[in-house]
């Protein structure tokens, strides 16, 4: 039953790859809506004035197009950096006051020195004697664990240098979310972590070469090169959109009722996790210590067992309390998965648990004969279909009827999953579910 939808599956035809960029790309987040789609999402299954929700916003690509399309939005991620990032990429301002903040700006930070070639001769730094180093010169450095291992010492004396400045910059509140979200993209590119998203966050072998041949990023240029960048961009969001339509943004875990922000929602459009293809726990963790968002190890980890699709989840998760999996589908595929890993078959529990608990809440929410719009990709277990589309459909059964089914292919999401044995996610499916 359940592969016949993704075999019947309908194309689905979107705008295509040009479009107005708006403030997409002010932050590069991993397995992000494509643009174009959630445009074309919205215009198929909304109205002008309507009120939609993405539980699963991200970096805010859906919430973005609403509001150039006259729609008013709200957007929740158990994420917090995601929420910090969707609410920065959607600030409104006005061009005379972004162009003059710019060029104060580019004076002030092209007049202080940087650390590189002042710092690293004699005996090396450890983390301590790092952070000893930056407090005797009035800076401060995060308390990120292996910190000497994800920076060299000069850059990240730099980038607690660009951070003191951000925090004393007089400003407002919204043009100071630009600086933020600024620096918190130049916190990786700036490090000696991959920038790409592939894996969660590591120093890969590409990266372990380009330090040897003397990789030494420019911290000072990257962020003014961003800034004038992300500037532009929030000049053209501006543009597109209107007070009326600005979207609002929480942290939210989608499978708490309580925690979301109150219906009735016309639409429900998102995309969710997909298992196990990417790490944003892992992922984001210099942003959320440079930016504040976490000041310890223990904090991080109290939030990882919130994630959704993470690979691995301890038998103590609070989702397994008073929680069990009701679809035939997946209760088959955890049996299946269990006589092979009883690690893996606790994180495919974990996942669908979290779906179906999410669309009972998203059912919650919507208004009368409202729609959920579902784009979900099928993945690939040791040769074998994992089917998101079947955990959508089966979760929503006792609340939702199946209306259309599309299908299109997938461009560029930067999985984590291997190009071998199969488990490229190649296909999206969009599912529309009406409320009954």
């Known amino acids: 039953m359940f592969a016949s939808i993704a075999a019947e599956a309908a194309p689905y035809y979107y705008s295509g790859d040009k479009f107005p960029h708006l403030s997409h790309y002010s932050f590069r987040y991993p397995a992000k809506f494509h ?118 010492p000069y850059a990240a004396l730099d980038l607690a240098k660009i951070r003191k400045f951000i925090e004393a910059y007089g400003c407002c509140v919204s043009f100071k979310k630009i600086l933020w979200l600024t620096f918190a993209s130049v916190v990786r590119s700036s490090s000696n972590a991959d920038p790409t998203p592939v894996s969660g966050l590591e120093v890969t072998k590409i990266m372990r070469e380009k330090i040897s041949r003397g990789f030494a990023p420019d911290v000072f240029s990257i ?27 929480s942290a939210a875990d989608v499978t708490k009722l309580t925690e979301l922000p109150p219906g009735p929602f ?22 959320m210590y440079w930016l504040d968002l976490t000041t310890t190890h223990e904090e991080r980890l109290a939030l990882k067992p919130l994630y ?62 409202g729609r959920a719009v579902f784009v979900v990709g ?13 955990l959508i459909q089966e979760s929503a059964e006792p609340y939702l009827r199946l209306g259309k089914t599309f299908c299109y292919s997938l461009k560029n999401r930067y999985m984590s999953y291997a190009r071998r044995n199969g488990a490229d996610i190649k296909t999206e499916y969009v599912l529309e579910l009406i409320k009954k």
Do not use: M
């Open 378 to 390: 099928d993945s690939v277990w040791q040769g074998k279909l994992l089917s998101t589309v079947a």
């Open 266 to 287: 016309d639409a429900v459009i998102t995309s969710p996790p997909y298992h196990s293809a990417v790490d944003y726990y892992r992922r984001h963790t210099l942003e």
């Open 308 to 369: 959704l699709g993470q690979g691995k989840v301890a038998k103590s998760n609070a989702l397994f309390d008073r929680n069990e999996l009701r679809g035939q589908y997946a209760k088959n595929k955890y049996s299946e998965i269990l006589q092979v890993s009883d690690e893996r078959a606790r994180a495919f529990k974990h996942y669908a648990l979290g779906i179906q608990l999410a669309i009972e809440n998203i059912d919650h929410l919507l208004a009368h004969q």
């Open 35 to 152: 643009p174009p789609v959630a445009a074309q999402l919205i215009r198929d299954f909304t109205e002008p004035g309507e009120l939609v929700l993405d539980p699963f916003c991200g970096s805010g690509t859906l919430n973005i197009e609403a509001a150039a399309l006259g729609r008013r939005s709200f957007g929740t991620d158990i994420d917090p950096l995601a929420v910090f990032v969707a609410s920065a990429k959607t600030v409104r301002i006005s061009e005379k006051i972004a162009n003059r903040h710019f060029v104060q700006i580019y004076k002030s930070l092209s007049s202080i020195p940087s650390w590189a070639g002042r710092i690293g001769h004699g005996a090396p730094l450890n983390d301590h004697s790092l952070r000893q180093h930056a407090n005797e010169n009035g800076l401060f450095i995060p308390h990120i664990p292996r910190l000497t291992h994800w920076y060299q």
């Open 223 to 249: 962020f003014l090169k961003n800034l004038e960048k992300n500037i532009t961009r929030a000049k053209d969001y501006s543009k597109a959109t209107t007070h009326s339509s600005q979207p609002v943004f």
